[in-house]
């Protein structure tokens, strides 16, 4: 989803107007990046059960102000802003997985690659079980870590993860291949969380 310059170059004056104080630039930001936040959420999506009570529009609205409120804008251009989406989406799906399984026990809904290909869905995963992996991944190897982030949550291809983290498109293959096995094992023998991930 590489962005045009002209649209990089005002979501990056908008960042800077908000740095500064101007609450409104963040008002002119999300119509910018609405189509590259709602594809991100798209992505989440595929990979949560059929009857989750988010839809992509809402997720892209909870993750905006989840994260206007609490990311250092100091830090972020367009690529960065972008990737703070697809984590404050995460998060937001995590807490919704979190308040679920407080009122009603049980794991992610587990549906067959038969199913998932029939209903054109990827395999449910269990997102707090995940989640967690990727916590202690991130701790171990924080770079991996943001590759499978870039990678199986927002939807990068390799070339654009490489861009993003200032990597070699080999490097980006090679870590991918290293988090996705780290994954497998940390999470067992082809858990719902894990299948998706080593066949992306």
Known sequence: MPPDQTGA????????????GDSAALERLLPLVYAELREIAGHHMRRERPDHTLQPTALVHEAFLRMVGSTPL???DRTHFLRAASQAMRRVLVD???????????????VTLDEAIAGQREPAVDMLALDDALNRLGAA???W???VELRYFAG???????????ISP????????????WLSKELGPDPASTRDVRRT
Request: charged share 30%; no cysteine; glycine share 6%.
């Open 74 to 76: 100091s830090a972020l």
């Open 96 to 110: 919704h997985a979190r308040a679920r399984n407080a009122q009603k026990r049980g794991g992610a809904l587990h």
């Open 156 to 166: 990068l291809e390799i070339p654009e993860v490489a861009a993003a983290l200032g």
């Open 170 to 181: 080999a490097t980006v293959k090679r870590d991918w291949q290293f988090a996705r096995a």
């Open 9 to 20: 170059d005002t979501v990056s004056r908008l960042l800077d107007d908000a740095r500064r």
């Open 145 to 147: 870590a943001q590759v």
């Open 141 to 143: 190897e924080p770079r």
